[in-house]
């Protein structure tokens, strides 16, 4: 069986974020139990319930980790370091999916997996040479082809992920400033991860539906798949960014719940959710508009078991 646990259903900044007084973000800050808060986007996943592979390490890990009883340290005679988590899984190189490996740089084995652009984007950035390589191996991510998880040390963690380019764009901090364009070339990733009968998808980010992917996708298990704006507009029209959806590299939940119309899948869950987004909302129009359609709503620490 393949477990999954979702660390953090929010998308960058969190919910609600640090400098938004819009309203979701003032309903979640006041506890309104229909607005509950979120942590940027992050899913842990196992096969055994023992041995944990996270999937994307978000600014939030810290906090995650304090907040997720099957990542805590356990105890045993002559050992007072430890830690459940033995690989992390990169889908791309934006800083909520990478800030995260700076919390884990306590000398503490685990193996980094990611893709060859992800990967290239830390070796350019001589901060994450805090993860000592000899302690924590790098590990490239052929795309297309299924690879068995493994920890540090080489033992296996009965996972199998493939990885795939979806639509997306490279990472804002290395744009040059003008409008780069959408990106196919496996800057942005999306995996497929399988343990025994039991296999889901996970992608945070996505720019458009293609036909490959709309393959890739169809039959599917459990998917968790970009939900960051409902709208393409909606940060232009909330007053909180100049940037519609597309010009960020995400598919809009309204023009995704129109393009899994012909998709078949058992469940479907929205991930990487933004602040601004009124499905965060449990009582409003569009939060009932994406569950008629057949869509959960993500929310920290949402477990999944899939058989």
């Known amino acids: 069986m393949l477990r999954a646990i979702v660390l953090g259903a929010a998308a960058g900044g969190g919910f609600p974020q640090w400098n938004s007084a819009g309203p979701g973000c003032l309903r979640a800050r006041a506890g309104d139990p229909a607005a509950p808060a979120r942590s940027q986007a992050s899913l842990a996943v196992s096969a055994d319930g ?3 592979v996270v999937l994307n390490a ?3 890990l810290r906090a995650q980790i304090a907040a997720t009883p099957a990542l805590h340290p356990v105890p045993a005679p002559g050992r007072i370091r430890h830690s459940p988590i033995a690989a992390v899984v990169l889908t791309g190189a934006e800083v909520d999916t990478i800030a995260g490996l700076l919390t884990l740089r306590e000398r503490q084995a685990f193996a980094l997996y990611g893709g060859p652009a992800a990967l290239a ?3 350019a ?3 994450f040479n805090v993860l000592d390589r000899a302690i924590v191996p790098r590990r490239a991510l052929p795309l297309g082809d299924a690879v068995a998880l493994a920890d540090a040390a080489g033992d296996p963690l009965g996972l199998t992920l493939e990885a795939f380019a979806v639509p997306g764009k490279v990472p804002l901090f290395e744009e040059a400033g003008a409008d780069p364009g959408r990106a196919d070339d ?3 990733i999306g995996v497929s991860v399988r343990a025994g009968g039991g296999a889901l998808l996970f992608i945070p980010g996505c720019a458009a539906m293609t036909p490959a992917l709309a393959a890739r996708i169809a039959g599917a298990d459990t998917l968790l798949f970009d939900g960051t704006l409902f709208t393409d507009d ?3 029209r909330a007053g909180a960014g100049p940037k519609t959806g597309a010009r960020m590299g995400h598919m ?3 023009g995704t719940i129109a393009a899994f ?3 078949p899948v058992r469940r479907r869950v929205f991930i990487h959710i933004n602040n601004t987004n009124p499905v965060l909302l449990a009582d409003s129009p569009e939060r009932a508009q994406a569950a008629a359609a057949g869509w959960d709503i993500a929310e920290d620490g949402m477990e999944l078991h899939i058989a």
Do not use: F, Q
């Open 58 to 60: 978000s600014p939030d």
């Open 234 to 236: 909606e940060m232009i």
């Open 50 to 52: 023992v041995r944990w």
């Open 121 to 123: 984007t830390l070796d």
């Open 261 to 263: 119309r012909d998709i």
């Open 125 to 127: 950035n001589p901060i």
């Open 186 to 188: 496996g800057a942005t």
């Open 252 to 254: 809009s939940i309204d």
